[in-house]
């Protein structure tokens, strides 16, 4: 997201690891989080060199199998997944999710949040193995925001009836409830079709990154070393398979609170920096925010999120 993408192309080509997946061709955005980079030819190949590391140690842990590629998205410039909340049922339109700093209209600005915007964009359907099976299409960005936390959500044109009746793909569930310190977790990415495991390390009272500041954020154990493209990847519990957070960010430089390097705000104020940590945002908060059909709500009695 930082930089052109051709260039981690190139630097991939030079480097003799193989090809990217392909997107479409829109407008990559720059600055902060986890969307599409490109690193220098040495450290693409420390990144690959990390993956390679982090699946070889998925293939010998039974625990993980479960956990695959399968309703994860890839967008143009990051990842995503098909998700569904507890009570969503299968006639309803389906939802994308991945975070704000995403969007192809660039960063909200702190306080600002999008909803119920038509929107056109598509999504790269992979399944369990990673392959792209279909492209799916939003009818409209439902939420979309930077404050507090980093999300968007699509509303699609197809049902989740309809996508697993074409390709045999199922949606990811959302967790309603907070998740636990200490959880194996696997960050799946869409965009470049891996999968990154580790821990949940704890949480963040206020994790500061440029001008935006969000609350009660994840943070993961060091084997997440994801990279530039992850970001929007829904993170999954290895034990129940539903997603308890979206990855969004990490501390590249060991800088202080700038862009791609986000601190760590404790509620006395004191300031922690973790050069090369990375980080989520919950999102167990979001299904009591959706109502019959898939709809937005922030009304909702019991609905948190920002409004505009």
Request: proline share 5%; net charge neutral.
């Amino acid at each position: 997201m930082r930089k052109p993408l051709v260039a981690a192309l190139s630097a991939l080509a030079l480097a003799g690891i193989g090809a990217a997946p392909a997107v479409a061709a829109e407008p990559a955005a720059s600055g902060v989080g986890k969307s599409v980079d490109t690193d220098t030819p040495v450290s693409v190949v420390k990144d690959v060199v990390t993956s390679a590391t982090s699946t070889l140690s998925q293939v010998t842990s039974p625990k993980l199998q479960a956990v695959t590629l399968a309703g994860t998205v890839s967008l143009s410039n990051c990842s995503g997944s098909v998700i569904r909340f507890p009570n969503s049922l299968d006639t309803d339109p389906a939802l994308v999710l991945s975070n704000g700093h995403c969007l192809t209209t660039g960063f909200p600005e702190p306080g600002e949040v999008l909803t119920n915007q038509a929107s056109s964009r598509t999504f790269g359907l992979l399944n369990s193995s990673g392959t792209r099976v279909a492209t799916l299409r939003a009818s409209k960005l439902a939420y979309g925001t930077m404050t507090d936390t980093d999300v968007s959500i699509y509303q699609l044109t197809s049902t989740y009836a309809s996508i697993k009746s074409s390709y045999n793909i199922s949606p990811l569930t959302v967790q309603d409830t907070h998740p636990t310190a200490g959880t194996g977790i696997t960050v799946a990415s869409g965009y470049w079709k891996r999968l990154y495991s580790c821990n949940i390390d704890g949480f963040v009272y206020r994790l500061k990154e440029g001008d935006w500041t969000w609350k009660d954020s994840v943070r993961y154990t060091s084997a997440c070393q994801t990279i530039g493209g992850t970001s929007g990847s829904p993170v999954i519990d290895q034990a129940t398979g539903k997603v308890v957070a979206v990855n969004n960010t990490g501390n590249e430089d060991g800088q202080r609170c700038t862009e791609n390097n986000p601190c760590e705000v404790d509620a006395n104020g004191n300031v922690t920096v973790r050069e090369g940590i990375n980080y989520a945002q919950e999102i167990y908060n979001i299904p009591a925010c959706f109502t019959t059909g898939n709809q937005l709500n922030l009304n909702a009695s019991s609905c948190t999120l920002p409004k505009p």
